[in-house]
């Protein structure tokens, strides 16, 4: 079992920046690979971010490439997501996953085990 518990969202402006945290406890973090996705009212849940278990390989969605990273830091059990230049279509509920093993970066929500209950996200125009 991985519990995840995501905070950091808000209410921002556009061009604003925010940095989402996800803390893990339970299975060893250091061996999941981790993603974050979001979901808007009324839409599916989509991809953002992915970094493999040791941070050594990162994999984004198109429409966040340039403004968004992904980073991890397993002696805190903790995968960060730095969100600059934000825009009004960022906003929603973002949650964060985990995969247990050594794998590598993943982008579909089916090969995710574990989900987070999710962190708002609200940017005005």
């Known amino acids: 079992q991985v519990q995840l518990v995501e905070s950091g969202g808000g209410s921002v402006q556009a061009g604003d920046s925010l940095r989402l945290s996800c803390a893990a406890s339970?299975?060893?973090?250091?061996?999941?690979?981790m993603g974050w996705f979001r979901q808007a009212p009324g839409k599916e849940r989509e991809f953002v971010a992915a970094?493999?278990?040791?941070?050594?390989?990162?994999y984004y969605a198109d429409f966040v490439k340039g403004r968004f990273a992904i980073s991890r830091d397993n002696a805190k059990n903790t995968v960060y997501l730095e969100m600059n230049s934000l825009k009004p279509e960022d906003t929603g509920v973002y949650f964060c996953?985990?995969?247990?093993?050594?794998?590598?970066?993943?982008?579909?929500?089916?090969?995710?085990?574990?989900w987070g209950q999710g962190t708002q996200v609200t940017v005005s125009a």
């Open positions: 996953a985990a995969r247990p093993g050594f794998n590598t970066v993943m982008n579909l929500k089916l090969q995710y085990n574990y």
């Open positions: 339970g299975r060893t973090f250091s061996q999941c690979a």
């Open positions: 970094i493999n278990w040791n941070g050594g390989s990162t």
